[in-house]
């Protein structure tokens, strides 16, 4: 089988591999599309410091199950799923209270064993989602990056009359958008991003209001709103103190980044507003809600995709996702 194997930082290729054999309690996936994601490219160039070398990358995918493993029922076979990417042990103090997304022993399928770019994949068969009819092949692997949204808004609990603020415009951003308006019915979405393409996907995406900090400073354009809910999407060291300062008081923040840069902050600028802050790492258990969301209407994957290309044109369509933000959002690799 074809598979994108990152040999080692810096070298991506497109090699030949063996068909893995799925193990006990695993299913294996002939995988169908699989999306791109900026870990993925944080990866080939070595920039991830979860990674281990040689690594088949991708944890955004969908595809059909072709073979099971013993203590997996045959009749799985032929199901379309959608890969939850989170491995756990299952009995470590995170894995008992519901988060094994911050296992003691987390590994990460694309991350820390091997992938979804590739013909085939084996997972856990508790990892792999029934998917129903209504979603069609070409979004399916967009489940995955619309979990991060499921999770962290789970944290920051949406009401309809929170004003949202919405650092970065990328999938990140976008994803968070979608589950903000369409799930929790949020009245007031702003999104602030120095990209103005991206900030006109933003709009497309739900956003009430965008806001560009290129050159002016958000804080100059806010004209005093004070957000009661923010999310950092965009994930600069930077942000968190900005964003503690433009709050309301009682409001909830939520950081998803993984910079290892100090960032600079007060105590007073959270005590004093008893500010509330969230941290949120890829999902736990999210699949089935994100697919119901999906099936339901409620959030529009399409919205996010831009490009599609061949499995054997993986290493132009990660340079054009990479290098070019302002055409690019989602693009989405087909296998077959
Ligand atoms: P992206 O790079 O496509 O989007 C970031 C956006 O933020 C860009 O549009 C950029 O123009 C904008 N931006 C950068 N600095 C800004 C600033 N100071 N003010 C306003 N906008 C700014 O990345 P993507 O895929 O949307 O991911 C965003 C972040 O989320 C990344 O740092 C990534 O590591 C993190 N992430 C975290 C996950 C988690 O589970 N915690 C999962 C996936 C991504
Ligand atoms: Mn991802
Ligand atoms: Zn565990």
Partial sequence: MKSVVIEQPGELVLAERPLPQPAAGEVRVKVQFASICGSDVHIWHGHNPFAKYPRVIGHEFFGLIDAVGADVAASRIGERVAVDPVVSCGHCYPCSIGRPNVCKELQVIGVHRDGGFSEYAVAPAKNAFRLPDSIPDKLASMVEPFTIAANITAFLKPQPNDVALIYGAGPMGLTAIQ???????????????????????????????????????????????????????????????????????????????????????????????????????????????????????QIQPEKLVTHYFPLAEVEQAMTLFEKDPRTCCKVILQMG
């Fill in 179 to 297: 589950v903000l308006k369409g799930v929790y019915g949020v009245e007031q979405v702003l999104v602030v991003d120095r990209l103005p393409e991206r900030l006109a996907l933003a709009q497309e995406n739900g956003a009430d209001q965008v806001f560009n900090n290129s050159e002016i400073p958000l804080a100059a354009q806010l004209e005093g709103v004070q957000p009661t809910l923010i999310i950092d999407a965009a994930c600069h060291p930077t942000i968190l103190a900005e964003a503690a300062a433009l709050a309301s008081p009682a409001a909830r923040i939520g950081l998803l980044g993984f910079s290892g840069e100090t960032c600079s902050i007060t105590q007073q600028s959270l005590t004093s507003k008893e500010l509330s802050l969230f941290t949120s790492r890829l999902n736990s258990n999210r699949f089935p809600q994100v697919i119901e969301w999906i099936e339901q209407g």
